[in-house]
């Protein structure tokens, strides 16, 4: 190895992310024969719905006027990180739904972390998508499911800067979390940290669904794999393996060791394919000295 490849690798650091430990928790269990409003819910509606139990579901049924907004919230303690993952799971299954805009769903679900960041999923009956950020509350990336053949089991992940939707186990959205903060209208709970919601948030669409088991667990992350550098030309480039399961990794940077560490746009975030390969990255050392960890 020269002494020009020595000098440049000795600019780069790269330091591991402790995982944390994965707990879950219990929301609502229908089994117990009761609604989620006994069981730590916050349920209201605008006008006044009553809220139905039947079949062994948690029934909300908005169908009889697009006025009508409503559903369940709840604020996690203890927080919700992103840092750590967080994933809220939940049985549902939509049994209609009509929007007047292609921006509205009948039934949502927000999740956002304790930095307030977070998403906002809509539900339609062949469709599940996000709402974007910028601009405000315009549907985003979807993916075609048929969400009222049966129940689905969905569960609903932030880590990091990306989130991620599977359905019954099977990775079907992702994308980047939102900051919906801007917002300013009668239902401003965006600016609420750790705050889920389950129901009908606009007078713009109206859905019938039933929600059955709700589960959140904290600390998804898992240890990150070993990572080799190498010269490669004028770049440096990092090295890792890839990961089944469509693991989303993101390679944060810093000045010094202890941070800040870029979160923002800056970072980069990778999605590991089905495990066979590696994932790599090439940088710049010209910038000089710089820190790297792999989340």
């Known amino acids: 190895m020269d002494c020009s490849c020595i000098a440049a690798l000795a ?3 790269v330091l591991g992310a402790s995982p944390a430990l994965a707990a879950s928790e219990i929301w609502y269990d229908p089994s117990l024969g009761s609604l989620p409003q006994s069981q730590g819910w916050t349920y209201f509606t605008l006008p006044s719905l009553p809220e139905v139990f039947v079949d062994g579901s948690a029934r909300l049924d908005t169908t009889g006027l697009d006025l009508i907004r409503g559903g369940w919230t ?9 840092a750590d993952g967080v994933r809220l799971e939940f049985d549902l299954r939509v049994d209609s739904e009509n929007h007047a805009s292609t921006h509205r769903a009948g039934f949502s679900v927000i999740l956002l972390g304790h930095d307030k960041r977070g998403v906002e999923i809509g539900f339609w009956t062949d469709k599940v998508w996000a709402q974007s950020d910028s601009p405000l509350f315009f549907h985003a990336e979807e993916v075609a499911i048929d969400t009222t053949a049966r129940f689905v089991t969905y569960g609903l992940e932030l880590l990091a800067d990306q989130y991620r939707l599977l359905a019954n186990g099977q990775p079907v959205l992702s994308g980047p979390v939102r900051d919906y903060t801007g917002f300013t209208g009668t239902f401003d709970v965006y600016e609420t940290p750790d705050f889920v919601f389950l129901g009908d948030d606009t007078t713009s669409a109206s859905g019938s669904v039933r929600l059955r088991q709700v589960a959140v ?54 999605e590991s394919g089905p495990g066979d390969g590696t994932v790599s990255v090439s940088i710049d050392p010209s910038s000089g000295p710089a820190f790297f960890r792999l989340r």
């Open 11 to 13: 600019t780069v650091a």
């Open 74 to 82: 709840r604020v996690g303690t203890p927080p919700l990180s992103r």
């Open 217 to 270: 667990t904290r600390g998804l992350s898992s240890p990150p794999p070993a990572i080799s550098i190498r010269r490669n030309g004028d770049q440096i480039q990092m090295r890792w393996p890839g990961e089944s399961g469509g693991i989303v990794r993101v390679l944060e940077s810093a000045a010094n060791p202890t941070g800040p560490w870029a979160t923002d746009s800056s970072s980069r975030a990778f």
